[in-house]
C-alpha cells in the first residue's frame, strides 16, 4: 500500500472490489481506469468521510459492476477490458459539489495504457447551481444570468448536459439565478421554472438545482386544452392532449403563483397511467383528473388568484412545454349536480356504481371516481388516514362507470 493511495485491481468478471495484491499478477494487464478526486475548495465535513465511487460496464456484453469506498485522498486503479464506463461520485455532503457533475463516462479503446475519471470537489462555496439536461446533443449552450439585490449581475454559458456553475466569492445576500437561450424543444421543468432565489450566507453551501428536458419536436406531445378549478379542498383539471407516437405515459400537475412557482409543500404532482386504459395508443387523449388536497391543509383563499401548470410525457421522454392557466371561476358557468348517486358491493370483488346528472349549461364532462377506504387497505401500512383508492387515472367520460 502507497501512502494516500490505495490500489484496487479487478478482473473483468469481478462483481465486487478486491483491494490490494489479492488478484495476482496474471490480473494486472492494461488497459486499466483510474479514478480519483481533488478537493478544490474548502473542507469536507467529516475527516473520516469515504468517497463512494460506482463503476459500471455500459458497452454491450458489459458485466462489470461495483461500488468501492475509498478515503477522499485515495486513487482507485482497475484493470478492465476496452468498453465505456459509467463511473458516479455518490453520496457527496450536503454542502459539497461536483464542478463537472457527479458522473463521468469513459472511453478505453484497447490500444490505451490507462484512462483516467476525474473528479474535482469543491464544499462551501457560497452558492453552486446544477443543471442536469435530458436528451438534445451532448453538448449545449444556455445562458445563465445572476442578479441581486445590491446590484450584482454575472452571466455565463452551460455547455454540457450535466453542468455545474460556480459562483465564488459572492458576498452574503438574495440572488436571483437564471436561465436564458434555450432552444425551443429544452423546456425547463424544475420548480421555479426559468428564474430561482437562492440565499446566500456567510458559510457558504447554498445549491440550487435546475432540470431541462429537451425533447424531439416532431415526437413531444402537443396540449390542445387546459382547465382547472379548486374549491372544497379539491383541485379538478380537464386536459386534451395529442400524440404523434402514440405512447402516452403520464403528467405533472402543478398549483402555482403565476410565475412558475409551485404553491403545493412537496411541488408538482407526478401522475402515470396513460399508456392503459381508454388513452392508450391513442393519437388524441382527453382525460379528467383530482386531487384531494385536504391532508394539505391549504384553505381555498390561500390559492385565490392562483394558476396551475400541466405538462405531459411520452415513453420516449419527450415533453409538452409546462401550460400555465389561472382557476377556471365556477361562478362563470354552472355546475353540474349529481341528482342520484349509489354504489354497492357485488360478493367480495367488486364494487357497482350507478349516477345520474343534470347540468344547465349542458357542458358535461365526465366524472373521476375514488373510493375512501380504511387505513391501511391499500397500502398494507397504517399512517392515521384513511386510504384514497384511484378507480381510473383518466375519468371516465360521460356518467357511465364501469364496474
Given at each position: 500500500m502507497i501512502r494516500n493511495r490505495l490500489?484496487?485491481?479487478?478482473?473483468?468478471?469481478?462483481?465486487?472490489?478486491?483491494?490490494?495484491?489479492?488478484?495476482?499478477?496474471?490480473?494486472?494487464?492494461?488497459?486499466?481506469?483510474?479514478?480519483?478526486?481533488?478537493?478544490?475548495?474548502?473542507?469536507?465535513?467529516?475527516?473520516?468521510?469515504?468517497?463512494?465511487?460506482?463503476?459500471?460496464?455500459?458497452?454491450?456484453?458489459?458485466?462489470?459492476?461495483?461500488?468501492?469506498?475509498?478515503?477522499?485522498?485515495d486513487t482507485l486503479i482497475f484493470s478492465v477490458r476496452s468498453a465505456t464506463y459509467e463511473v458516479r461520485l455518490q453520496n457527496l455532503p450536503a454542502k459539497c459539489v461536483s464542478r463537472y457533475g457527479p458522473t463521468e463516462f469513459v472511453v478505453i479503446p484497447a490500444e490505451i495504457n490507462t484512462?483516467?475519471?476525474?473528479?474535482?470537489?469543491?464544499?462551501?462555496?457560497?452558492?453552486?447551481?446544477?443543471?442536469?439536461?435530458?436528451?438534445?446533443?451532448?453538448?449545449?449552450?444556455?445562458?445563465?444570468?445572476?442578479?441581486?439585490?445590491?446590484?450584482?449581475?454575472?452571466?455565463?454559458?452551460?455547455?454540457?448536459?450535466?453542468?455545474?456553475?460556480?459562483?465564488?466569492?459572492?458576498?452574503?445576500?438574495?440572488?436571483?439565478?437564471?436561465?436564458?437561450?434555450?432552444?425551443?424543444?429544452?423546456?425547463?421543468?424544475?420548480?421555479?421554472?426559468?428564474?430561482?432565489?437562492?440565499?446566500?450566507?456567510?458559510?457558504?453551501?447554498?445549491?440550487?438545482?435546475?432540470?431541462?428536458?429537451?425533447?424531439?419536436?416532431?415526437?413531444?406531445?402537443?396540449?390542445?386544452?387546459?382547465?382547472?378549478?379548486?374549491?372544497?379542498?379539491?383541485?379538478?383539471?380537464?386536459?386534451?392532449?395529442?400524440?404523434?407516437?402514440?405512447?402516452?405515459?403520464?403528467?405533472?400537475?402543478?398549483?402555482?403563483?403565476?410565475?412558475?412557482?409551485?404553491?403545493?409543500?412537496?411541488?408538482?404532482?407526478?401522475r402515470g397511467g396513460l399508456a392503459g386504459g381508454r388513452t392508450a395508443l391513442s393519437p388524441t387523449a382527453t382525460f379528467v383528473g383530482a386531487y384531494e388536497l385536504s391532508q394539505l391543509s391549504i384553505p381555498d383563499d390561500a390559492l385565490e388568484g392562483s394558476c396551475a401548470t400541466l405538462r405531459v410525457v411520452d415513453g420516449f421522454g419527450n415533453t409538452t412545454p409546462p401550460v400555465e392557466r389561472p382557476q377556471l371561476r365556477p361562478s362563470l358557468t354552472a355546475p353540474p349536480n349529481a341528482t342520484s348517486y349509489n354504489a354497492f358491493l357485488v360478493g367480495t370483488s367488486y364494487l357497482t356504481t350507478r349516477l345520474e346528472v343534470e347540468d344547465p349549461d349542458a357542458d358535461y364532462w365526465g366524472v373521476f371516481v375514488a373510493a375512501e377506504l380504511r387505513d391501511g387497505a391499500l397500502r398494507g401500512t397504517t399512517d392515521g388516514t384513511n386510504d384514497i383508492g384511484i378507480y381510473n387515472t383518466q375519468g371516465y367520460e360521460s356518467n357511465q362507470i364501469p364496474d
Open positions: 490500489l484496487v485491481l479487478l478482473a473483468i468478471s469481478g462483481l465486487a472490489a478486491c483491494q490490494g495484491d489479492s488478484l495476482g499478477p496474471e490480473a494486472r494487464k492494461p488497459p486499466y481506469l483510474a479514478v480519483l478526486a481533488k478537493i478544490e475548495t474548502g473542507n469536507l465535513p467529516d475527516p473520516n468521510l469515504k468517497f463512494e465511487y460506482r463503476i459500471v460496464d455500459v458497452s454491450a456484453g458489459g458485466v462489470f459492476d461495483t461500488t468501492v469506498r475509498v478515503a477522499p485522498s484512462a483516467i475519471a476525474r473528479f474535482f470537489v469543491s464544499c462551501n462555496l457560497p452558492l453552486a447551481v446544477t443543471v442536469f439536461t435530458a436528451g438534445g446533443p451532448d453538448s449545449v449552450n444556455f445562458v445563465w444570468e445572476l442578479t441581486g439585490r445590491d446590484g450584482t449581475q454575472r452571466t455565463g454559458v452551460v455547455r454540457v448536459k450535466e453542468d455545474v456553475i460556480i459562483l465564488n466569492p459572492l458576498a452574503p445576500g438574495e440572488y436571483t439565478f437564471a436561465l436564458w437561450n434555450l432552444p425551443s424543444n429544452c423546456e425547463i421543468v424544475s420548480p421555479g421554472r426559468r428564474r430561482q432565489v437562492a440565499l446566500v450566507y456567510a458559510d457558504g453551501g447554498t445549491q440550487l438545482q435546475f432540470s431541462v428536458v429537451c425533447s424531439q419536436v416532431e415526437n413531444r406531445p402537443v396540449i390542445t386544452a387546459f382547465a382547472w378549478s379548486y374549491h372544497d379542498s379539491a383541485a379538478v383539471l380537464l386536459a386534451q392532449v395529442s400524440d404523434p407516437d402514440r405512447n402516452l405515459v403520464g403528467y405533472y400537475f402543478d398549483i402555482t403563483d403565476c410565475n412558475g412557482r409551485s404553491l403545493l409543500p412537496r411541488g408538482e404532482i407526478e
